[in-house]
Structures are given as C-alpha cells and as structure tokens.
C-alpha cells in the first residue's frame, strides 16, 4: 500500500477498501492500516447485526492478537466475563482499556483478565463499539505489542477508520433482508435466563434474581439449547437476538 510522504491518511484507507473485492482483501488491508496507526494487535467480532449472514458473523472473525492469549481465552471462556466486549455493549462511543475499571464496576475476575491481557502482550488498548439499530452488537478491539509504542491517541479518528471497515465488510458480505419477528420459542423463564446470560450474569446471581437454584438456571439452558440448535452460551444470545427471541 503506498502512500504519500510517508504518512497514512484516511483517504489513502478509503481509496484502498474501493479496490477490494474480497472480505480477506479488506482485512488485510484494515490491519495494514491499523499498523500504520501503531496497532500491530487487532480483534474484529460481529456477535449480532441483521442485516448480515449468520455465515459472516462470530467472535474473532479477525484476530492478531498472540496465539498463546487466544487459546487461553477460549479455554477459560473469557467471552462470558470480558470487561471490553460488556462495556461496548450499548456503548456508542470508543474508549480506551483502562478507562473501564474507572468508568463501571468490575467483578475481580475482570480485573485480573485485563491484567493478564496486559501480561499477554496487549498494550494500551482501545475499544470501538459499532453503531446501529436492532441491537447490533459488534466492534473492533485495538493494542499494541510494545508498551511505549507511538500509537494514535485520536479515538475518533480510529472510530472513522473502523466504522468505514465495518461499512465495507457489509458490503461484501452480503447484507440480507430484515426478518420479521419468529414465533416465541422460548419460555417467559428460558427469556429470563438468557437475557441474563447476555448481560454476563453468573449460574449463581442468575439464580439469586430469579430466585431459582442454579441446577434449574442450567436446567433452562439445557433446553434453549436444543430448541436453538447451539452447543454454548455465546451462540444460544447471538442467535436469540438476531432472531428476536429476547430483546437485550
């Protein structure tokens, strides 16, 4: 990618997205021009959005971020508690990593995840969150592999950035038509529990709300399980919410 006087511009990003035509091409050229902006570790993920095919969503779907760190996420199953992904949710706004544990309460499981992360090599880290209706879940997490590294401090300038990759990612994948509400298949209860679940609620505190034990919580589980055909709890929200089974 060339670009002039050695200094990588927004034009120079839009001008590179209207020459791809593949969602790989796109990606690399995001995460070139992420590099460019002083983050080297990437993380693109898509959890809702209706207007794309279930095919071209997911946690992930982009991910530099060191192997080591991504197997450990999904051994301890770190989507349930991630402090970013839960603040981004409804967020409209980027933020910065850090300013999370001063801005919301975090559990002490959170806090050490953002430690480790840190420890993991994923520095000074930002989050932005993708705007839009029908509540669309989605965003890009930023960090650098070096401390001190000399990374973009403009949020809204990586916010332009990212909202234009994600515009053009929709674009090539192929957006699909609004669906109409499905017929409830889910219990008042089921409802209850996994609209809880999306909030990042544990066995115990879903069970404390409801006033319920926690083998009836994984009781109820069980069954949203086999109605929505999903084998985890991540996939039971995304498709719940993309087919308006619960409202987050």
């Not at 840190?118 to 669309?136: D, K, R, T, W, Y």
């Amino acid at each position: 990618m060339s670009y002039a006087n050695g200094r990588y511009s927004f034009e120079d990003f839009v001008d590179a997205t209207r020459q791809v035509r593949s969602l790989e091409h796109l990606c690399h050229v995001f995460i070139e021009a992420m590099e460019h902006l002083g983050y080297d570790r990437v993380n693109f993920t898509v959890l809702n959005d209706r207007q794309l095919p279930q095919s071209a969503q997911g946690f992930g779907i982009v991910s530099t971020y060191p192997s080591d760190w991504q197997q450990y996420y999904v051994a301890e199953n770190f989507q349930r508690i991630d402090p970013v992904v839960r603040f981004a949710i409804g967020n409209f706004q980027p933020f910065r990593w850090r300013d999370i544990m001063r801005l919301t309460e975090l559990s002490r499981r959170q806090v050490r995840f953002l430690n480790e992360a840190e420890a993991a090599g994923l520095h000074n880290g930002v989050g932005i969150p993708f705007a839009g209706p029908s509540h669309q879940i989605g965003g890009i997490a930023l960090a650098t592999s070096v401390v001190g590294a000399a990374q973009l401090r403009d949020l809204d300038v990586l916010a332009a950035f990212g909202n234009h990759f994600y515009n053009a990612y929709k674009r090539l994948a192929g957006s699909v038509e609004l669906r109409r509400p499905s017929l409830a298949t889910l219990t008042e209860r089921e409802q209850d529990v996994l609209i809880r679940v999306a909030h990042g609620r544990t066995d115990a505190e879903i069970a404390y709300a409801l006033n319920i034990q926690p083998r009836t919580v994984d009781f109820h589980l069980q069954n949203v399980f086999g109605k929505l055909h999903v084998n985890t709890r991540a996939q039971a929200v995304a498709v719940a919410l993309q087919n308006w089974l619960i409202d987050y």
